[in-house]
C-alpha cells in the first residue's frame, strides 16, 4: 500500500476521495478524515481503530480508493496534451 498518494490529486480530489472513503467506511467522521489530511496511513488508523480491522483487512480497498483518483488524473493530463499538441 502506498503511504504517500500524489499530492495534487489528494490537494485537487480530497472533497470526492474523503467521501469515497466514508461510503466504504461510514463510522468515520468528516472532522475525523480532515485531521488525517488526506494521509493514508492515518487514514487507515481511524479504520483500524473504529472497525479493529486489521492493515490486510482495509489496505486494498483505500488504495484502490486513492489510485483511481490518480488515474483519472493522469488521464486527464493526456487528453490535455493532445488537445495543447493540435
Known amino acids: ?50 472497525y479493529g480491522k486489521t492493515k490486510e483487512d482495509y489496505s486494498k480497498k483505500l488504495s484502490n480508493i486513492f489510485e483511481r483518483f490518480e488515474e483519472h488524473k493522469e488521464k486527464a493530463v493526456k487528453e490535455i496534451k493532445k488537445v495543447v499538441k493540435h
Not at 470526492?16 to 472513503?21: P, S
Not at 488526506?38 to 483500524?48: F, P, S, T
Open 1 to 50: 500500500m502506498r503511504t504517500t498518494p500524489n499530492e495534487s490529486v489528494v490537494k485537487g480530489k480530497w472533497r470526492e476521495i474523503k467521501g469515497e472513503v466514508q461510503k466504504a467506511w461510514g463510522k468515520l467522521s468528516d472532522d475525523e478524515l480532515e485531521k488525517t489530511k488526506g494521509d493514508v496511513k492515518a487514514i487507515g488508523g481511524l479504520i483500524q481503530q473504529r
